[in-house]
C-alpha cells in the first residue's frame, strides 16, 4: 500500500463545466484504478481558471443586476465546492461500476498563509480566462486587474500567491482518511486565510495548489506526489523547436534546470518547486509530473517525469 496524494491541475481541467466533467470522469477512472490497487489516496486540485472565472461572472452580477459583491476568498470556496462536486460524482459512478464500496468527501479546506507575505505586492498566479494582449490591456485599464503573459499560452490576470503555512482543516482530513475516506481537500490550494486579533480571515489571493499538495503530502506522510496536468512530461527548451521531455530528474538536476530559466514561473516552475520540497531530503519519497489522461502510462513507467533524491 502506497500513500499517494493527487494533485490535479485547474488549468488541466478545461475551460467549461462540461469540459471539467468529462476530464474527470476520464481521470476518476485511473484514480479508481489506483486504489482498486490498494494504494491510499488523496486528491488535491488546482483551481486558477474557475476561481477567475466565478469572480469575474459575480463581478459582472454586481454591476448589471442586484447581486451584492462576492470577495475573492467567497469564490475561492466556491471553487472548491463546484470542482469538489464533479470529482465525488465522478468518482462515486466509477466505484460503483466497479463494485467498489468506498466513502468519498470533499473538505472546504482554509490555509493559513503569513499576511506578510511579500507575494502580496507582487501577484503571480494567473487565474481566469486567456486574453490577446490587446484585450489584457483594455481590461488592466478598466479594472486595474494586473496580465502578464502565461506560458506562450496568452494573458492573463494575475493575483498575489502568498506560501501556504498551515492546513486549518488536517485533524479533520486525517481522521477522515484513518477512517477509510477517499478525500478531496486543499482545492486551490485552500481558501488563503491570515491569523487576526479576531480570528481567520479570507484574503484576495489564490494559493499555489502544488505547494499545498506537497504540504499536504508530508503531513499525511506520503510517499509519492502525483501532479496531473496537460503535458505527459516536464521538457527542457519547452516550447522550441529542441523540446527534449524529460523521463528522470534528480533534485540537483531540477535545481540545475531551474537556475537555466526551464520552467515557466506561474506554470511549471512552481511544480517543480513543491517537488523538490517534497523529495528534498527523503529518500523514499518520489514525485511524478504528468498529463490528467496518461495517469496509468505514467504509472507503468511508461511517461511522465519522476523526481526524486
Ligand atoms: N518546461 C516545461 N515543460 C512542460 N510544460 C511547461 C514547461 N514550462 C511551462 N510549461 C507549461 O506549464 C503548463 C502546466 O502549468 P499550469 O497550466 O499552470 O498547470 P495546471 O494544470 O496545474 O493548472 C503546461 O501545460 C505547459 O503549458
Ligand atoms: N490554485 C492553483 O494552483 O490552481 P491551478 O492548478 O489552476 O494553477
Redesign the pocket.
Known amino acids: 500500500m502506497t500513500k499517494i496524494v493527487v494533485a490535479l491541475?485547474?488549468?488541466a481541467l478545461g475551460k467549461s463545466p462540461a469540459e471539467q466533467l468529462k476530464l474527470v470522469k476520464n481521470t476518476a477512472a485511473s484514480l479508481a484504478g489506483l486504489i482498486a490497487a490498494g494504494n491510499k489516496v488523496v486528491i488535491t486540485h488546482?483551481?486558477?481558471?474557475q476561481v477567475g472565472v466565478i469572480n469575474l461572472g459575480l463581478d459582472f452580477a454586481a454591476e448589471h443586476d442586484k447581486t451584492p459583491l462576492f470577495p475573492f476568498p467567497e469564490c475561492g470556496a466556491m471553487s472548491q465546492g463546484y470542482i469538489g462536486y464533479h470529482l465525488q460524482q465522478s468518482l462515486k459512478n466509477e466505484f460503483c461500476k466497479r463494485k467498489l464500496n468506498k466513502k468519498i468527501v470533499s473538505v472546504i479546506t482554509q490555509t493559513e498563509v503569513n499576511a506578510n507575505d511579500q507575494a502580496f505586492d507582487n501577484p503571480t498566479?494567473p487565474v481566469g480566462n486567456f486574453y490577446s494582449r490587446e484585450e489584457s490591456k483594455k481590461i488592466e485599464n478598466e479594472k486595474k486587474f494586473v496580465f502578464v503573459e502565461d506560458a506562450g499560452r496568452g494573458y492573463r490576470r494575475v493575483v498575489p500567491s502568498p506560501l501556504p503555512k498551515k492546513i486549518i482543516e488536517q485533524d479533520s482530513i486525517n481522521d477522515l482518511i484513518d477512517t477509510d475516506n477517499l478525500v478531496i481537500a486543499s482545492g486551490?490550494?485552500g481558501v488563503p486565510v491570515v491569523k487576526t486579533e479576531h480570528g481567520y480571515q479570507g484574503v484576495a489571493a489564490?494559493?499555489?495548489?502544488?505547494m499545498s499538495a506537497a504540504l499536504l503530502a508530508a503531513n499525511i506522510e506520503a510517499e509519492q506526489l502525483i501532479i496531473l496536468t496537460a503535458v505527459d512530461n516536464v521538457s527542457l527548451d519547452y516550447g522550441k523547436t529542441t523540446e527534449l521531455p524529460i523521463n528522470r530528474l534528480t533534485v540537483k538536476e531540477a535545481k540545475q534546470y531551474i537556475s537555466e530559466n526551464q520552467f515557466s514561473p506561474g506554470s511549471m516552475l512552481p511544480k517543480i518547486e513543491a517537488c523538490l520540497e517534497f523529495v528534498s531530503g527523503k529518500k523514499g519519497r518520489t514525485a511524478l509530473i504528468t498529463s490528467l489522461g496518461h495517469l496509468d502510462s505514467a504509472i507503468a513507467g511508461k511517461i511522465g517525469t519522476l523526481i526524486c533524491e
Not at 489564490?206 to 502544488?210: M, P, R
Open positions: 491541475g485547474g488549468n488546482g483551481n486558477g481558471p498566479k486551490g490550494g489564490v494559493i499555489d495548489k502544488d
